[in-house]
């Protein structure tokens, strides 16, 4: 599964709602569903909004 759009990237957490209110833990085929609707949108969000580059940290020397 890829999400392309944003209307699909929140089509996609109204389906993680849905399956938590409806105890998925029980069912494997729903733990399986509920798996691939999570990786699709940790996908997208790793693609349409990336974390900004950080700076090496500065160590301080202690005195």
């Known amino acids: 599964m890829k999400l392309s759009t944003e209307q ?4 996609a957490f109204r389906v993680i709602d849905n399956l938590i209110a409806g105890n998925f833990e029980e069912d494997v085929n729903k733990q399986q569903e509920f798996l691939e609707v999570a ?3 940790q996908e997208y969000e790793k693609n349409m909004y990336p ?5 090496p940290a500065v160590r301080i020397k202690s005195a």
Request: no cysteine; charged share 40%; net charge positive.
């Open 8 to 11: 699909e990237y929140n089509d």
């Open 39 to 41: 990786k699709a949108i």
């Open 51 to 55: 974390l900004p580059k950080m700076k």
